[in-house]
């Protein structure tokens, strides 16, 4: 990206670079868009599963950061210290994946959409899945 906004930089006179200094900057607003709208369809995700798994009281945590890794923690019934797995590379995944799968079959489905978290597209469908059907 920054590659991407030093080569727009580097024009002939000031038109041109103003003209590359908006192209930029509505690409970087375009950018922050897509990924809220992902952060609060995933909110809205972790908050419908909370409360189908009875766990109305903390439904919120899934709006704030560091919390929603513990209500999903409580939500697939594993002890609170896992938290600290979740800081290790690599082992993080492992640890979402299992903690994904332990919501899937809290939620009645089958614990193979846990494993899908990992996968680039489903990981957007899952969670969506998880929450939304019976």
Avoid: H
């Amino acid at each position: 990206m920054l590659y991407f906004l030093q080569v727009l930089g580097q024009s002939e006179d000031a038109a041109e670079g103003a003209a590359a200094g908006g192209m930029a900057l509505g690409m970087i607003c375009c950018y922050w868009i897509v990924l809220i709208g992902f952060y609060v369809y995933m909110a809205l995700a972790l908050q419908t599963i909370s409360k189908k798994l009875g766990v109305t009281d903390k439904a919120w945590w899934a709006w704030i950061p560091i919390l929603n890794i513990l209500l999903m923690l409580e939500l697939a019934n594993k002890e609170l210290w896992w938290i600290i797995l979740m800081f290790i590379p690599i082992v993080n995944i492992v640890i979402m994946v299992i903690v994904w799968m332990a919501i899937a079959e809290a939620r009645g489905k089958p614990n193979w959409w846990g494993i899908m978290m990992i996968i680039p597209v489903m990981n957007i469908i899952a969670p969506g899945y998880l929450a939304w059907t019976e």
